[in-house]
């Protein structure tokens, strides 16, 4: 079992910066690949970043590359996602999720409530 905690959200103007944290609770936090999505209002949730148990093999959205960048570091039980250069359209709910499977999976078996990420014009 896995919890997961996400933290850093916020209002931020276009241009800017933010970072994200995912707290996980769980002994075996280690041995999972951990992703972030994100849910804008009236859209679907969309795959944002992945990152391996290592921390050495990621994922990213083509609307990641270049500004975001997924980390983790396991002595701490916690993932990040930096973000610069932030859109309008980053605007969305950013969520953590759990996998035994691999970065390139969609599916997840354990998730965050979500952090609101704002971006204004």
């Known amino acids: 079992q896995v919890q997961l905690v996400e933290s850093g959200g916020g209002l931020v103007q276009a241009g800017g910066a933010l970072r994200l944290s995912c707290a996980a609770s769980g002994r075996t936090f280690g041995s999972y690949t951990v992703g972030w999505f994100r849910q804008a209002p009236g859209k679907e949730r969309e795959f944002v970043a992945a990152i391996d148990w290592r921390g050495v093999g990621t994922n990213l959205a083509d609307s990641a590359k270049g500004r975001f960048t997924i980390s983790r570091d396991n002595a701490k039980n916690t993932v990040y996602l930096e973000m610069v250069s932030l859109k309008p359209e980053d605007t969305a709910v950013y969520s953590c999720?759990?996998?035994?499977?691999?970065?390139?999976?969609?599916?997840?078996?354990?998730w965050g409530q979500g952090t609101q990420v704002t971006v204004s014009s």
């Open positions: 999720a759990a996998s035994t499977r691999s970065v390139y999976s969609i599916n997840y078996q354990y």
